[in-house]
């Protein structure tokens, strides 16, 4: 997968879950996805790696932590799955608008 990904402009990655559920990336996890696409890439263009898969928690100050970490390790996009129930849900989740790190 890393090695099609270096070929091009970006990967979005996911880990499968684990023994308790779903399992983020790290900021280690990311480093280490990074460090494979750079030892085979031989384009200069920059190269994305786009994570997430889960819905937002409650406590948006962790939150604002894992991502920031996994930014500042080399992911460039977090994507938030969001896993509503019915529309109003949907549109509540939407209008919260997205979780800033900045």
């Given at each position: 997968?890393?090695?099609?990904?270096?070929?091009?402009?970006?990967?979005?990655?996911?880990?499968?879950?684990?023994?308790?559920?779903?399992?983020?990336?790290?900021?280690?996890d990311i480093?280490?996805?990074?460090?494979?696409?750079?030892?085979?890439?031989?384009?200069?263009?920059?190269?994305?790696?786009?994570?997430?898969?889960?819905s937002?928690?409650?406590?948006?100050?962790?939150?604002?932590?894992?991502?920031?970490?996994?930014a500042?390790?080399?992911?460039?996009?977090?994507?938030?799955?969001?896993?509503?129930?019915?529309?109003?849900?949907?549109?509540?989740?939407?209008?919260r608008?997205?979780?800033?790190?900045?």
């Amino acid at each position: 997968m890393v090695r099609r990904a270096a070929r091009w402009d970006g990967i979005v990655p996911y880990k499968g879950p684990g023994a308790t559920g779903w399992e983020d990336f790290t900021p280690d996890d990311i480093r280490q996805v990074r460090a494979s696409i750079e030892r085979q890439r031989s384009a200069s263009t920059p190269c994305d790696i786009a994570i997430g898969g889960r819905s937002r928690g409650d406590d948006w100050e962790q939150e604002r932590a894992l991502i920031g970490g996994v930014a500042a390790a080399g992911a460039t996009w977090w994507m938030e799955a969001i896993f509503a129930p019915d529309l109003e849900a949907m549109r509540a989740a939407i209008r919260r608008g997205p979780l800033r790190i900045d």
